[in-house]
């Protein structure tokens, strides 16, 4: 069974850095493409950014040169980096994962985790 467990939200001040991580288990995390999604109260979910099984990355705009993505296939664990938070970074953030980019891309990905709570005060 898969399952994808996100920690490390928190909030923080606006300008600082916080590390989330997504754990995976039931399957490896180098056979899937992967992602971050958030969802700000009251706003549709967006995705921030994915990895590719060849490790290509994408971001989305508004977090390009701030986030990164990565992962420790050894471990099993998806990481997104966010530095230079801003208030409208404030979101639930999940993990996704999906042998298909495109699914990803589409908001369609066979496996989601929980959520993190990320807020950040100006």
């Known amino acids: 069974q898969v399952r994808l467990v996100e920690s490390g939200g928190e909030s923080v001040q606006a300008g600082g850095s916080l590390r989330l991580s997504c754990a995976a288990s039931?399957?490896?995390?180098?056979?899937?493409?992967m992602a971050w999604f958030r969802q700000a109260p009251g706003k549709e979910r967006e995705v921030v950014t994915i990895?590719?099984?060849?490790?290509?990355?994408y971001y989305s705009d508004s977090v390009t040169g701030r986030f990164t993505i990565s992962q420790d296939s050894a471990k099993r664990t998806l990481y997104l980096q966010m530095n230079s938070l801003k208030p409208e970074d404030t979101a639930m953030y999940y993990c996704?994962?999906?042998?298909?980019?495109?699914?990803?891309?589409?908001?369609?990905?066979?496996?989601w985790g929980q959520g993190t709570q990320v807020t950040v005060s100006s």
């Open positions: 996704a994962a999906d042998p298909s980019i495109q699914r990803l891309w589409s908001e369609e990905a066979r496996y």
């Open positions: 039931g399957y490896t995390t180098s056979t899937d493409c």
């Open positions: 990895i590719d099984r060849a490790g290509r990355t």
